[in-house]
């Protein structure tokens, strides 16, 4: 065996060590703005995974004012401003089941209120009927939040 021979096995070699290395791992799947972890057995089962979030925080006084993308399509793993308006929205249909966070995490919670909510895992803020479309400007400076306010302000 030359030199040539020896570089070309340990290649193959290598790859080899990849390919199996990589089939016992679990396979990071992007979705959104969250990384999901989910082993591979779990991916035919169709159980839901928790998308891992990083130390962001999201609350009605930060979104108020900001623009909101209605027409972006909400799904498992996003975050900000438009899922924390999604959660509200869903929260007020619904007040007396299953109150979600409304912390501007599109987790399993908000995937599941959603689809007994509305039907569908996904959504843009622009298809939600318009008695549900409640906004942000109840968070503006100068407004008073009353009892009868949408949602309440996180600290």
């Known amino acids: 065996m030359n030199k040539r021979d020896i570089n070309i096995l340990s290649v193959f070699g290598i790859i080899l060590i990849l390919m199996i290395f990589g089939l016992t791992r679990r396979r990071k799947i992007?979705?959104?703005q969250a990384d999901i972890l989910e082993p591979v057995s779990n991916a035919m089962s169709g159980q839901c995974v928790e998308p891992v979030f990083g130390d962001v925080t999201y609350s009605g006084y930060d979104c108020a004012g900001n623009f909101i993308d209605?027409?972006?399509?909400?799904?498992?793993?996003?975050?900000?401003?438009?899922?924390?308006?999604?959660?509200?929205?869903?929260?007020?249909i619904e007040p007396n089941?299953?109150?979600?966070?409304?912390?501007?995490f599109f987790g399993c919670s908000t995937k599941a209120k959603l689809t007994r909510v509305v039907?569908?895992?996904?959504?843009?803020?622009?298809?939600m009927q318009?008695?549900?479309?409640?906004?942000?400007?109840?968070?503006?400076?100068g407004t008073?939040?009353?009892?009868?306010?949408?949602?309440?302000?996180?600290?």
């Open 30 to 32: 992007k979705v959104g």
């Open 70 to 92: 209605e027409s972006k399509t909400l799904e498992l793993g996003m975050q900000g401003c438009e899922v924390l308006l999604l959660q509200t929205r869903l929260n007020s």
């Open 97 to 104: 089941q299953d109150i979600l966070p409304e912390n501007g």
């Open 119 to 127: 039907g569908t895992p996904t959504i843009s803020l622009n298809n």
């Open 130 to 141: 318009p008695d549900e479309q409640t906004g942000f400007n109840e968070f503006r400076c």
């Open 144 to 155: 008073q939040v009353n009892n009868y306010s949408y949602m309440d302000v996180n600290e």
